[in-house]
């Protein structure tokens, strides 16, 4: 868009360094060479502001400080002070001029972090983010024409902030629990969230026929129901633009739709043209798949990213067996200091339970994912095999030690080494150990008690 | 006579088809897009 010469401010609503907690040594080296391709991308596609969240600080807040130096864009927060002097630790707003107008940035943190942060950083505290926002807010409303809000603060708190300070113009959300997209309009104030786990770019555009403060605008449910009547077809065009690059097939049937949506497209386009007599802004989510090409920069540091990470994970060195051993002879292959024994071992005891568990997809969950590329096999490793991270870290399915592969009794139930009699063997399996894998987001429609069906085990409590 | 009044038709002229035409009606003074992004972190690759 700022190569087609629009005037574009880009933010980012916070937490985008880390995922998760960096559990191993080799799980902090890999995450920080994702922030240094994350950081570089950034600064290619001219990131103006970037919010800072409570996952943005899991490294120290010295390490995201020492950030600033390489990132060509600031990092806010309004709330996050240092607990002596009670001064922002980043900048607490940014004024960006955009075709004449000015634009107050605030970026806020959820103060619910305040004691999980204490622990690492007893200097720091996060301040009340609607109290501390207000007070802001109607000092910026001097100097700008509108008011932006960055935040972290999760859907509830954004529609409280929302009721509790109408100097703000715009909130844009992250943080928190999210299930869903928002898009609507609390006492005027419009505030929006992307689709959750990413893959979406949202925007809005502006357009001013008066721009004498205060800044008011033409609202109207007529104007909502086409901005969502858009954004319907806008997703679908880049629906069944993607089915059609991933089949490689023209089928007749979907050019004819994607024509006629095309074509709703433009109509509805233009419908929106009539509300720019007056001040206007509408939202559209972008769903980023077909719609934004590849950079070559940027894909040249994701490929340098994929190698060094590949680098990292070295697996424990277990001679694969040759096909013709026979049980025993695996068995004594497996090594001694190992504390997964697998479930070729627990056969001797539990035979009727190993036959049944090998109908199981769990007995071929490793192969279910030879398939997806090797940094996606890295990610999916630790639910998709026995005992990762305890044994080892390994990069792809062909380095899972030979009996170790799939999800076997072990990796529900505990290492088994010791058993019977010692070990750490658990022999319950609640919800709770399930779901360490069937997340929402990897296992959509899992059912503990239809799921535990198809395995052959009992329900536990 | 005829000739002072020339100025006055030509204000008024001037005033009405600025009145009538798209610049002070239809074109927006100012255009800009924001452009967002939130939980790019979040984003998870289906396993299989």
Not at chain 1, 99 to 104: C, D, R, T
Not at chain 2, 4 to 26: E, R, V
């Amino acid at each position: 868009m700022k190569k087609e010469g629009r005037k574009i401010l880009l933010f980012d609503t916070g937490n985008v360094l880390f995922r998760k907690p960096l559990q191993t040594e080799n799980k902090k080296r890999d995450a920080l060479l994702r922030v240094d391709l994350l950081i570089q991308s950034y600064n290619e596609m001219g990131y103006d502001v970037v919010n800072v969240g409570e996952k943005d600080l899991m490294m120290g807040v010295k390490f995201l400080l020492d950030l600033t130096g390489t990132a060509k864009f600031p990092f806010i927060s309004t709330n996050l002070l240092d607990k002596k002097t009670r001064k922002g630790i980043f900048k607490p707003y940014v004024i960006k001029e955009m075709a004449g107008l000015k634009i107050g940035i605030i970026g806020l943190i959820d103060d619910q972090y305040e004691s999980a942060l204490q622990e690492k950083e007893p200097g720091l505290t996060i301040s009340d983010p609607i109290s501390t926002s207000k007070a802001l807010t109607r000092s910026l409303r001097e100097y700008c024409d509108l008011i932006v809000i960055l935040s972290q603060l999760g859907e509830s708190l954004d529609k409280k902030l929302a009721r509790a300070d109408s100097e703000i113009d715009l909130i844009l959300g992250g943080g928190g629990e999210a299930k869903k997209a928002v898009n609507e309009r609390v006492n005027e104030v419009p505030i929006y969230r992307l689709e959750p786990r990413g893959g979406y770019l949202g925007r809005i555009d502006y357009s001013f026929m008066d721009t004498k403060k205060p800044i008011k605008f033409s609202i109207s449910t007529e104007r909502d129901e086409l901005e969502k009547r858009l954004e319907r077809l806008i997703v679908r065009t880049t629906q069944i633009k993607t089915e059609m690059s991933k089949s490689g097939k023209q089928e007749e049937m979907k050019i004819k739709e994607l024509k006629f949506l095309e074509s709703k497209q433009k109509e509805v386009e233009k419908t929106f043209l009539s509300f720019e007599e007056k001040n206007f802004y509408r939202h559209l989510s972008i769903p980023v798949q077909l719609s934004v090409n590849d950079d070559p920069k940027i894909m040249k540091g994701v490929e340098h990213y994929r190698a060094e990470s590949a680098k990292i994970y070295k697996p424990k060195v277990v001679s694969p067996p040759s096909k013709d051993l026979s049980e025993k002879e695996m068995i004594a292959r497996i090594p001694k200091d190992s504390l997964f024994v697998g479930a070729i071992t627990c056969k001797k005891c539990h035979e009727v339970n190993y036959r049944n568990w090998l109908k199981t997809k769990h007995a071929k969950a490793s192969q279910t994912i030879v398939a997806s590329p090797k940094y996606a096999q890295e990610e999916c490793l630790m639910c998709h095999s026995t005992g990762y991270g305890k044994i080892g870290e390994y990069a792809t399915v062909d380095e899972i030690p030979f009996f170790l592969k799939g999800v076997q009794c072990e990796a529900c139930h505990g290492s088994g080494r010791g058993h019977p009699g010692k070990g750490e063997l658990e022999r319950k399996v609640t919800l709770g150990v399930c779901r360490n894998c069937h997340t929402k987001d990897q296992s959509p429609t899992f059912n503990y008690v239809a799921y535990l069906e198809k395995i052959g085990c009992r329900i536990s409590k | 006579m005829k000739n002072a009044l020339h100025p006055i038709l030509f204000i008024l002229i001037f005033l009405l088809i600025l009145h009538w035409t798209p610049i002070s009606h239809g074109a927006p003074k100012t255009k800009f897009s924001i452009v967002y992004t939130n939980d790019v972190m979040g984003e998870v690759e289906p396993c299989g």
